[in-house]
């Protein structure tokens, strides 16, 4: 091969450097061949220009690439930079460029680890050295050692140190470590087997390595692991391939002395040997206990090698962690293995301990009604294997407001819980009871009582019960009953009001009243009413109706009023109602203007009140308030009143009907009267009548009607006018009546 003068290497292409001529290119021929300094860079010497030369040369083709994304060219490119600095003896230079590529490089596994040696070794790096070294002999990235290396003394040839230096390196490549679980979740309390996986991959010919310790942390509710090396310990299991099972007792030891400084000084420790041979893989087997549920993972794993010329930490973070696809266990034949239930990395779930203390309530249902008192008596009973200290909370949970109240029932004084809305998104303070000691297998009973709410609701009803074993006093357990219920309304009422006929004499506007007192009396006009109410049962089971009360709750516009039981109505007395039947009530109204002139109406506003309790033995009494429409009394207006007795015409072929015609107005009024025939009735009485009316006077026109048909309502058609107002009063039937938009109807019997 000729040597050309005054040439100087190109750009590179694809890692590799040609020579050619940059000017005259017809004298001088492009020789496709590597130059001397690519066939052995440490063979060829440079002067400084040259180097510079290079270096520049080198510089933009770093940028050159870069700005292209060619990684690959761009490391190996730093890679001759760092070469060249070497070659000048610039240590430091060449340091800073190649411990970047050291650690980052995408060229880790081309063989390039004894520069860094020698780098280190010029640099007096020890840690270079170690990380070096350790990767290169130990972990056999190097040339196949031909005699047994012992990585401990790797710095002899460094003579005096001072102190004991300490590196840290990631230990990827020189072992792994692997930490998996043998189920997928775990439970506070409950031994939760767990095995760490230590694999070699050292060189057959190097000697074996001993771990001082190994710690293992945690995120989440476990504690930190320290596996401490103990010399002649014996591994459960082992194989001819190189697999060692050991099983491991981990106990607690908040005074270990380590050396490797942590957050925590609160550890579970345990021994074991941890020297590993080449190629030998150790599996550590313990079991776990949780103190709270939560989601456990490995955050770090760090190993510790003590020599007497260094200390050498392998450190894996949860970046780098490997999962854990097996799990090891013992066999007859010897090592077995399953997959695992869940690995380090991705982490396990703790759920909270499965509370044995077991809470009944046999009393307790789904469906209650409004406004009725509750007694419970519960039953706690301690199925734990050892006793336990229990402490009590209840409450319900739904909309504010409507939701009943709790109340423990003590011998000293009630316990009362909050309602606790489920929207609320503060968490409230529950007062809790204290129930003191239960011994093993042993039950305690106590009562609570809750009353619902007037209001129809939805709510959910949480008891729960925190205790802690003696064995475990710092592992808090809780067990919750939570049961849905529903508050509903036992009764439904419909009403129909009817007039009645006031037989007493109207007021008279000649009468003196003397010593008039108006809030204790009243002389106005006064009507009378009847209201039916019927009540429907929509309790699931039988109700025990003890007494129905109409009461008036708001009169306006200047009048009294007085509410007294039917005599026909047998309301006080007590009746069971069944589910889906009816109970009726009936009631007298009586309303009186206090002012003889007053004509203005008046409403009064009512309630019903039921009083009733569970045909239970012991069942206490609940009243339950149902709303009432509003009764409006047209005190000043014209009306119609008809009224039958069909005691009077038992025996006789036709019915009385009487038509009561009544002017409280301050007018004469006339009316004109006539009866329309009909199919079903013959009648007798006037046909057509005029009837003519003082203030505050009424009339009664009778008629005597003979049904035609029998078993039905027929219902008269009496037209009465008021010729003053030119209106057509409507008339309205009295007790006995049926009243519809046709009229006042009356029932005529079946014939016998």
């Known amino acids: 091969i000729r040597e050309r003068r005054h040439c100087r290497p190109s750009l590179p292409i694809n890692g590799d450097f040609y020579i050619q001529q940059s000017a005259m290119p017809a004298l001088y021929d492009t020789f496709l061949i590597q130059e001397p300094l690519r066939q052995d860079p440490f063979a060829v010497t440079h002067n400084p220009s040259d180097r510079a030369t290079l270096v520049e040369v080198y ?44 650690r980052n490089v995408s060229w880790r596994k081309e063989g390039w680890w004894a520069l860094l040696g020698g780098l280190g070794e010029r640099t007096s790096n020890v840690t270079r050295l170690l990380r070096t070294d350790a990767i290169n002999g130990w972990a056999g990235f190097g040339k196949s050692l031909k005699e047994d290396y012992d990585f401990s003394k790797c710095l002899q040839d460094m003579g005096d140190l001072g102190s004991k230096p300490r590196v840290v390196i990631r230990a990827d490549e020189l072992v792994s470590f692997t930490l998996g679980f043998g189920t997928t979740q775990g439970n506070v309390g409950e031994p939760l087997p767990a095995q760490m996986i230590v694999a070699s991959h050292a060189q057959r010919s190097t000697i074996p390595i001993t771990f001082s310790h190994i710690l293992v942390s945690f995120e989440g509710g476990l504690k930190d692991i320290r596996f401490q090396h103990e010399a ?52 550590l087997s313990f079991d776990l206990v949780p103190r709270e549920s939560s989601t456990v993972r490995v955050a770090c794993i760090t190993s510790l090698v003590e020599t007497e010329s260094f200390d050498l ?164 357990i809780s067990k919750v009953l939570v049961h849905e ?118 409403v009064i506003e009512f309630q019903l009140k039921v009083r009733w309790q569970r045909n239970q033995p012991d069942a206490s009494p609940t009243t339950t308030v149902l709303t009432v429409p509003d009764l409006i009394i047209p005190f000043g207006e014209p009306r119609v009143l008809a009224t039958t007795n069909s005691s009077q015409a038992e025996g006789l072929d036709f019915h009385p009907l009487d038509y009561t015609i009544e002017n409280p107005s301050t007018h004469v009024l006339n009316f004109d009267v006539s009866m329309e025939t009909n199919d079903d009735f013959a009648f ?48 309205q039937g009295t007790a006995g009546m049926r009243n519809d938009k046709r009229g006042a109807s009356i029932w005529i019997d079946a014939e016998d």
Request: with cysteine; proline share 6%; charged share 25%.
């Open 59 to 102: 510089s933009k083709s770093i940028e050159f690439f870069e700005e292209r994304s060619r990684r690959r060219a761009v490391e190996r490119l730093r890679y001759e930079v760092g070469v060249l600095y070497m070659q000048g003896g610039e240590w430091r230079k060449a340091l800073r460029i190649l411990e970047p590529l050291w």
């Open 232 to 283: 002649g310990t014996e591994s459960s299991h082992s194989t001819s391939d190189g697999f060692c099972l050991c099983d491991i007792s981990l106990h607690t030891d908040p005074d270990i002395s380590s050396s490797l400084k942590t957050a925590s000084s609160d550890y579970l420790s345990g021994t074991s040997e941890l020297t590993i041979d080449p190629g030998e893989t150790k599996i």
């Open 313 to 476: 930490e392998y450190v894996v973070s949860g970046a780098d962690y490997v999962r854990q696809e097996d799990f090891w266990f013992e066999t007859t034949e010897g090592i077995g293995r399953r997959p695992a239930g869940s690995n380090g990395a991705d982490g396990i779930r703790i759920q909270p301990k499965p509370p044995k203390v077991q809470i009944n309530v046999p009393q307790l249902q789904k469906d209650y009604l409004i406004d009725e008192t509750v007694r419970l008596e519960l039953e706690i009973k301690n199925e734990e294997d050892d006793d336990a200290e229990v402490t009590l909370e209840a409450r319900f949970l739904g909309q504010a407001d409507t939701v009943p109240t709790w109340v423990w029932i003590t011998d000293q004084k009630d316990i009362v819980s909050p309602e606790g809305p489920l929207d609320d998104s503060e968490e409230e303070s529950t007062p809790s009871y204290n129930l003191g000691r239960i011994e093993r297998s042993g039950s305690r009973q106590l009562n609570a009582r809750f009353t619902a709410r007037s209001i129809p609701t939805e709510a959910v009803l949480e008891i729960k019960a925190i205790y802690n074993v003696l064995s475990e006093p710092d592992t808090p």
């Open 485 to 602: 219920v529903v508050f509903d309304r036992p009764f439904e009422a419909n009403y129909d009001f009817q007039p009645c006929i006031d037989h007493r004499a109207l007021p008279n506007y000649f009468t003196i009243i003397e010593n008039h007192n108006p809030n204790h009396s009243a002389h106005g006009l006064r009507q009378l009413w009847t209201t039916t109410a019927r009540l429907a049962s929509f309790a699931p089971e039988p109700l025990i109706i003890n007494e129905m009360t109409l009461e008036v709750s708001g009169v306006h516009d200047g009048a009294i009023c007085r509410v007294e039981y039917s005599s026909s109505s047998d309301q006080r007395q007590q009746a069971v109602l069944a589910p889906n039947d009816f109970h009726e009530g009936r009631f007298d109204i009586s309303a009186q203007k206090i002012d003889i002139d007053d004509r203005l109406s008046t």
């Open 684 to 731: 007798s009485g006037p046909k057509t009548t005029s009837v003519q009316l003082v203030p505050v006077s009424r009339h009664v026109v009778r008629y005597r009607i003979v049904p035609l048909v029998r078993g039905k309502w027929i219902t008269p058609n009496l037209r009465v006018l008021d010729t003053h107002f030119n209106q057509v009063l409507k008339v």
